[in-house]
């Protein structure tokens, strides 16, 4: 199958999202533990500077030492195609195989560890913007894909962090007030030609997106909204850390070796009603960890995560489900968990590789909408990251560039 047929399938196929028109797809049940970063130690939403580093890792659990190929496609800010050709924003090639990969050694669970980094002597993109990278098999069938930004340095992005001003919710949500400068170049008509996205803790699927300068003066855009730029400030995430699967860990109640190691975790509670209380996370994320391992890439086993929630039994079609970046903040089949009439819990089990998991529960009703502070609550106290992208396209342009980036942490917030 042609490139050309493998990107018109990707886009026929997959093309409802709520951020854009263009969905990642989730990687079957033997791909895990997907790492998707560029200038951190933790998997993330990649958002990386023009010709800085990008890594891929993911372990496949079938033992076949099977054959990956990637392919690299350029996106507009809304997620939809671009009209440039390939040749304009990557130079070299792609739709090549991966050829850097390890098997497990002394784990229960073999694996094949594979790895990617862009750039490199075959793949490097010369443009910003909106990146997605798709990964096939032999067969020409998508495994998995995911979303990477990329920007250049052309303008001043400053983020402070508020208190909601709808009295309403003060106590509950958090706003992000942007100022955006330029270094150099005029913006013209920003009110067309500017576009901001607002992400929280590294999720697309809450970003807010299309923002507007409320205001502008001479070279600097004010955005501060009252409403339009504010998040549920959500709660503290859960964790736990099994970097030793023989022994206590963080979190973990007690340990049973079957075909795997399986853990079982402290039963949690709700704590929507609750007083607000400090507890450090790292935002939903995770990070692979194992004890007297020289490269927890191939010698860190995976185990078996069990989980459970004190919560009545709920009606109505609802559902409640394990959340975080461990999955890409999927919802699905695998991460929903079922009541236990006898016990009153809620239960289920993940398979992942030893490390620090940050999650939290959440509830999803009939429709397919989230709750997610119905069972954590939301406190403007809790720490939340914020990331802040400015897109450009002047008049005339034919993609839309990345020319800011912004960071800013709710630890820093005020009224």
Do not use: C
């Not at 909408?369 to 990331?387: M, P, R, V």
């Amino acid at each position: 199958m042609t490139l050309i047929i493998k990107s018109f399938l990707v886009l026929f196929l997959f093309s409802t999202i709520t951020f854009g028109q263009v969905k990642e797809i989730n990687p079957p049940d033997y791909i895990k533990t997907i790492t998707f970063k560029s200038n951190t130690n933790q998997s993330q939403l990649p958002i990386l500077k023009l010709r800085e580093r990008l890594l891929l890792e993911f372990d496949v659990l079938n033992g076949d030492e099977p054959d990956f190929y990637y392919t690299i496609t350029h996106y507009n800010f809304d997620w939809t195609p671009s009209n440039l050709i390939k040749s304009e924003y990557l130079q070299g090639l792609d739709n090549l195989r991966i050829i850097n990969y390890e098997n497990s050694f002394n784990t229960y669970q073999i694996y094949s560890h594979y790895k990617l980094q862009i750039p490199n002597q075959q793949t490097r993109l010369k443009l910003s913007g909106n990146y997605m990278i798709n990964i096939y098999n032999d067969y020409d069938e998508l495994m998995f894909s995911r979303k990477f930004m990329i920007y250049e340095d052309i303008a001043n992005v400053g983020v402070a962090i508020k208190r909601s001003r709808d009295v309403k919710y003060v106590q509950q949500k958090q706003s992000v007030d942007i100022n955006v400068s330029s270094r150099s170049t005029h913006f013209n008509n920003p009110s067309r030609t500017i576009k901001v996205v607002v992400i929280q803790n590294n999720n697309l699927n809450t970003a807010i997106t299309n923002l507007k300068p409320l205001y502008t003066i001479g070279r600097e855009l004010i955005y501060k909204y009252d409403t339009e730029s504010s998040f549920w400030g959500g709660n503290e995430y859960l964790f736990f850390e099994n970097k030793d699967v023989r022994g206590a860990n963080v979190g973990v109640q007690f340990i049973d070796l079957k075909d795997l190691y399986h853990n079982y975790l402290f039963t949690d509670i709700v704590r929507a009603e609750r007083p607000y209380t400090y507890n450090p996370d790292i935002n939903g994320n995770f990070l692979i960890t194992a004890l007297d391992a020289d490269n927890v890439d191939i010698e860190a086993d995976y185990t078996v995560i069990h989980f459970s929630l004190s919560h009545p039994e709920l009606l109505n079609g609802k559902s409640i489900h394990v959340y975080g970046n461990f999955n890409n903040y999927v919802i699905d089949d695998t991460t929903k968990m079922t009541f236990n009439s006898r016990t009153g819990y809620y239960k289920t089990q993940l398979r992942l590789k030893q490390g620090f998991y940050n999650y939290k529960y959440v509830i999803v009703d009939e429709n397919g909408k989230l709750e997610e502070g119905a069972i954590s609550g939301n406190f403007d106290q809790t720490e939340n990251n914020y990331k802040v992208l400015v897109y450009y396209r002047d008049l005339g342009a034919r993609y839309d560039k990345i020319i800011g980036f912004g960071e800013g942490s709710s630890v820093n917030i005020s009224n």
